[in-house]
C-alpha cells in the first residue's frame, strides 16, 4: 500500500495554472494540512478532533453568510442529453448588481436544497466578495426531491449522463445570456463536486470538436464522489449500526437545515440548544450516539425521499433499503440490458473518473479530505487505496491540482480559514474595467 505523507497528499505535476506558486502557498497553510489535526474551529475549541463533529460544525457554521435575495427562478429545457431527465430544470440565477463580467454556477450536494444550501450560502458569499457581485446560477442537490420531483422519471445512478445534460442545458442558457466564457466557472460540493469535474471534461470534449467554450476559467471541487461504491459501503454501514427513531419526525428537506442537528441535540439530551462552542466540544460526548441517529435519517429519508420523487415503487428495491441496493442492484441494475456478470466491476466502470479527470483542459482544483467518512473512511481507518489511486492518476493532469490532507472531513473545507482566498487563486480575479450584465 501507498505510504501516505504524514500530513497531506498534495499531487501537482507541471500545473498550467497561472498562479501556482501562490496555491500551493495556500495550500501549504491549511488548517487540515497540518502534522496534527486543528484544536480549534469555529468558535469553539476541539478538545479531541473527531470528522463527524467537524462535519456538522461545518454545516451549521457555513449557513450563516445571509443571502443578497432569493434571486430569480428560471427554467432549462430538455435536449438531446435529457434521457434520465426529460422535463426541464430549475436553476436559481442571481444576477450581478454590479455589472461584474464574472459568472458562476454552484452546484451543492446531491440532497441540499437550494434555499437552505450550507455550501451554495457560503460559496455565494465569498464569490461576491472576491469577484466584485457576480452572475451566480445555482441548483439544488440533483439526488434531492426539490430538484427531482417533476424533473426525471429514472433513479439518477448514472452522474455522468447527468453531468451531459445539465452542461448542455447550462451551455446553452449562458450562451444566449451573453456570458463571457472567458469568466465563465464552476464550482461544487460532494455529489456536485462530482458533477463540476465531469461538467468541465464534456466542455473540453466539445471544444475539441468545435464547439464553443463554456467554462474558461475551469472550476473547483471540494469533497467530490471519486469511487460511488466506497461511499454507499460507508453511508450503508453506518445505516446497518443505527437503531431506528422515527420519532423524530424530520425529513430529507431538515438535512441542510441548521436546526435539524440542534433538534437531533436537544431529543437525544434534552438540553438547551446548543451554542457554536458547545457543537464543537460535543467530540467530548460521546458523539457515536448522536452520529448514528443522524446517519440513519439521512439515509431513509434521502432514499426514500428521492423514490418518491421519481414515482418508484419501493416495493421493486432489489433488497433491503440502502444506497448500494438503490443505486447499484435497483437502479444501474435496471438500466442494463442483460445482468452484467460482476455488477460491481460493471459499476466502477460506468461510473469511472478517471477519463474525466484525463479530459479536464483548464485550472481545476480537488480539495478532498482522507478522513471523510461519507466518502472516503467511516471508521477511521485511512483513505481506501482505490480513492489514494484516483487521486494519484488525476494529479498526472497538468490542469489539475489535487490537495488531500489528512484531516477536514466532509464539509471542512468550509472552516478552512484558507477556503475564501482559494477562489481567485484558482480562477484569477482581477479588476474589470468594462462591466458586462447577464442577460
Request: proline share 7%; glycine share 8%; with cysteine.
Amino acid at each position: 500500500m501507498r505510504s501516505r505523507y504524514l500530513f497531506l497528499m498534495l499531487f501537482v505535476s507541471a500545473s498550467s495554472f497561472s498562479a501556482e506558486q501562490d496555491l500551493r502557498k495556500i495550500l501549504d497553510r491549511s488548517v487540515f494540512g497540518q502534522a496534527s489535526p486543528p484544536r480549534s474551529l469555529a468558535e469553539g475549541k476541539l478538545t479531541q478532533y473527531n470528522p463527524i463533529v467537524v462535519s456538522v460544525v461545518a454545516s451549521l457554521k457555513s449557513r450563516l453568510p445571509k443571502r443578497e435575495d432569493d434571486g430569480i427562478e428560471i427554467l432549462l429545457p430538455p435536449g438531446k442529453q435529457s434521457t434520465i431527465c426529460p422535463h426541464p430544470i430549475t436553476a436559481h440565477l442571481t444576477p450581478s448588481k454590479s455589472g461584474s463580467p464574472y459568472t458562476f454556477v454552484i452546484l451543492p450536494g446531491s440532497y441540499a436544497t437550494w434555499t437552505r444550501g450550507s455550501f451554495s450560502n457560503q460559496t455565494a458569499a465569498v464569490l461576491r466578495e472576491k469577484f466584485n457581485d457576480p452572475n451566480i446560477l445555482s441548483f439544488a442537490g440533483y439526488l434531492g426531491p426539490e430538484f427531482l420531483e417533476g424533473t426525471c422519471k429514472e433513479i439518477p445512478w448514472d452522474g455522468i449522463s447527468i453531468a451531459k445534460d445539465f452542461y448542455s442545458r447550462i451551455g446553452i442558457y449562458l450562451q444566449s445570456a451573453g456570458a463571457d466564457p472567458a469568466r465563465t466557472g464552476v464550482v461544487g460540493f460532494s455529489g456536485g463536486g462530482f458533477l463540476a469535474s465531469a461538467m468541465l471534461a464534456h466542455d473540453a470534449n466539445a471544444v475539441r470538436s468545435g464547439a464553443p467554450r463554456v467554462f474558461g476559467l475551469g472550476g473547483m471541487s471540494f469533497s467530490p464522489i471519486l469511487h460511488g461504491r466506497t461511499a454507499f459501503n460507508n453511508l450503508d454501514t453506518r445505516y446497518r449500526g443505527s437503531k431506528i427513531d422515527r420519532s423524530l419526525g424530520l425529513t430529507t428537506r431538515d438535512i441542510s437545515n441548521s436546526w435539524y442537528m440542534v433538534k437531533i441535540w436537544i431529543k437525544s439530551r434534552s438540553f438547551d440548544p446548543p451554542t457554536w462552542s458547545d457543537i464543537a466540544d460535543f467530540s467530548q460526548e460521546d458523539p457515536e450516539t448522536f452520529v448514528d441517529r443522524a446517519f440513519n435519517e439521512f439515509t431513509v429519508s434521502d432514499l426514500v425521499d428521492t423514490l418518491k420523487a421519481v414515482k418508484f415503487d419501493l416495493s421493486r428495491i432489489l433488497g433491503e433499503l440502502s444506497y448500494y441496493n438503490v443505486y447499484v442492484r435497483t437502479g444501474f441494475a435496471m438500466s442494463q440490458k442483460s445482468l452484467p456478470e460482476n455488477l460491481d466491476r460493471a459499476f466502477d466502470e460506468a461510473t469511472s473518473v478517471d477519463s474525466i479527470y484525463a479530459a479536464i483542459d483548464r485550472p481545476f482544483l480537488i480539495y478532498f479530505s482522507q478522513d471523510d467518512p461519507v466518502l472516503s473512511s467511516h471508521d477511521g481507518s485511512g483513505q481506501p487505496q482505490v480513492i489514494t489511486d484516483i487521486l494519484a492518476r488525476a494529479s498526472k493532469n497538468p490542469n489539475i491540482v489535487v490537495f488531500n490532507p489528512r484531516y477536514g472531513a466532509h464539509t471542512g473545507a468550509l472552516l478552512d480559514p484558507i477556503f475564501s482566498e482559494l477562489f481567485p487563486a484558482v480562477f484569477g480575479a482581477r479588476r474589470i474595467d468594462s462591466p458586462q450584465l447577464l442577460k
